[in-house]
T-cell receptor
Framework: GENVEQHPSTLSVQEGDSAVIKCTYSDSASNYFPWYKQELGKGPQLIIDIRSNVGEKKDQRIAVTLNKTAKHFSLHITETQPEDSAVYFCAASELTGGGNKLTFGTGTQLKVEL | NAGVTQTPKFRVLKTGQSMTLLCAQDMNHEYMYWYRQDPGMGLRLIHYSVGEGTTAKGEVPDGYNVSRLKKQNFLLGLESAAPSQTSVYFC?????????????FGPGTRLTVL
């Protein structure tokens, strides 16, 4: 089955700096890579996702890059703000007609300091 | 439009007791999922359903049963609770009609088994 590794487990940055979280996956059949943000006491919320036919995707201050050959993908947050503080999870799956069975990384606790 | 809701929010059980967690979605999604989240392990898929009356096993199905009698509801049952089932449980839903079949999560149920 798929295995997703995520680093670092904790990340502390100053407000306005950039933050980068990296993930690797093992199954070459995976073709969908979402990123979720989880605030304390809440469920994960999708912030950006990418399919394997695209190398990079941006949405305002957030971007995701994908290297299929190396089997790794990264989340980039620019101009970080205190409200970006949360736990971020990467995930991977093979989109088929039988559901979207996500395998998650272990999470990164991001702290944005004033 | 409430999205994905979960009942109850918190529950404490004694070893050997049984209970059912309820997930409901009002987005007319075909697919529904149950995950558990444990510290340092991310989210792991327990069971999922691709339609009314159908269910399938995920990564960690042992000790759990599920039912999808109505399209909008997905029930997770613990027949004989064990301390190892202490966790936060999240339900999610998705639809193949969405661009990436992205999953929407509920707020979670925190379960403690003594």
């Amino acid at each position: 089955g798929e295995n997703v590794e995520q680093h670092p487990s904790t990340l502390s940055v100053q407000e306005g700096d950039s933050a980068v979280i990296k993930c690797t996956y093992s199954d070459s059949a995976s073709n969908y890579f979402p990123w979720y943000k989880q605030e304390l006491g809440k469920g994960p919320q999708l912030i950006i996702d990418i399919r394997s036919n695209v190398g990079e995707k941006k949405d305002q201050r957030i971007a995701v890059t994908l290297n299929k050959t190396a089997k790794h993908f990264s989340l980039h947050i620019t101009e970080t703000q205190p409200e970006d503080s949360a736990v971020y999870f990467c995930a991977a799956s093979e989109l088929t007609g039988g559901g979207n069975k996500l395998t998650f990384g272990t999470g990164t606790q991001l702290k944005v300091e004033l | 439009n409430a999205g994905v809701t979960q009942t109850p929010k918190f529950r404490v059980l004694k070893t050997g007791q049984s209970m059912t967690l309820l997930c409901a979605q009002d987005m007319n999604h075909e697919y529904m999922y149950w995950y558990r989240q444990d510290p340092g392990m991310g989210l792991r898929l327990i069971h999922y359903s691709v339609g009314e009356g159908t269910t399938a096993k995920g990564e960690v199905p042992d000790g759990y049963n599920v039912s999808r009698l109505k399209k909008q509801n997905f029930l997770l049952g613990l027949e004989s609770a064990a301390p190892s089932q202490t966790s936060v449980y999240f339900c999610a839903s998705s639809s193949p009609r969405l661009s990436y079949n992205e999953q929407f999560f509920g707020p979670g149920t925190r379960l403690t088994v003594l």
